[in-house]
């Protein structure tokens, strides 16, 4: 018995543990490097304060991934998209990201949502936004964006 409280005791520890900071982007892959990469600041929206960046990334397999890092927040989730048109402008979902969960994201870009092929080149030249939504319970409010593609300075 006194094992099994050790045994679950470690694993809720670990588990807790696991929201550290990781500062280097790693490649998909054992053997891929990465050969291209351009990094986007995300700005805080509506008050939030959450700030960070939205990073994309192209390795020498041409996997190519977008990595968000999300600054003042706590470990709670966040939805994340590309969309279409300025942030200004606001727009449709083109791309659903992984969530960011303990302020990161990363996920592995090879089409968008309708099933169009996308890839490294093609998201440069993009007219598309990244936004960062408040929760799961609250979608429609975002709380930090990033113009990408063309529509970046």
Same mark, same amino acid.
């Given at each position: 018995?006194?094992?099994?409280?050790?045994?679950?005791?470690?694993?809720?520890?670990?588990?807790?543990?696991?929201?550290?900071?990781?500062?280097?982007?790693?490649?998909?892959?054992?053997?891929?490097?990465?050969?291209?990469?351009?990094?986007?600041? @995300?700005? +805080? #929206?509506?008050?939030? !304060?959450?700030?960070?960046?939205?990073?994309?990334?192209?390795?020498?397999?041409?996997? /190519? %991934?977008?990595?968000?890092?999300?600054?003042?927040?706590?470990?709670?989730?966040?939805?994340?998209?590309?969309? @279409?048109? +300025? #942030?200004?402008?606001? !727009?449709?979902?083109?791309?659903?990201?992984?969530?960011?969960?303990?302020?990161?994201? /990363? %996920?592995?870009?090879?089409?968008?949502?309708?099933?169009?092929?996308?890839?490294?080149?093609?998201?440069?030249? @993009?007219?598309?936004?990244?936004?960062?939504?408040?929760?799961?319970?609250?979608?429609?409010?975002?709380?930090?964006?990033?113009?990408?593609?063309?529509?970046?300075?």
């Amino acid at each position: 018995m006194r094992k099994a409280l050790y045994l679950l005791l470690f694993v809720a520890l670990t588990a807790l543990s696991s929201c550290g900071s990781d500062d280097s982007i790693e490649p998909t892959g054992v053997n891929e490097i990465i050969v291209d990469e351009l990094a986007y600041n @995300l700005v +805080s #929206a509506n008050g939030s !304060g959450i700030t960070g960046t939205a990073t994309l990334t192209r390795d020498s397999n041409d996997n /190519t %991934t977008i990595l968000i890092e999300l600054n003042n927040t706590n470990t709670e989730e966040h939805p994340a998209y590309v969309r @279409l048109n +300025s #942030a200004a402008e606001g !727009g449709p979902i083109l791309i659903t990201l992984e969530p960011c969960t303990c302020a990161v994201s /990363t %996920t592995v870009v090879t089409q968008l949502n309708d099933g169009t092929p996308i890839d490294f080149d093609k998201l440069l030249n @993009l007219d598309g936004h990244v936004s960062i939504q408040d929760s799961p319970d609250n979608p429609d409010l975002v709380v930090a964006i990033a113009d990408i593609g063309t529509n970046a300075n």
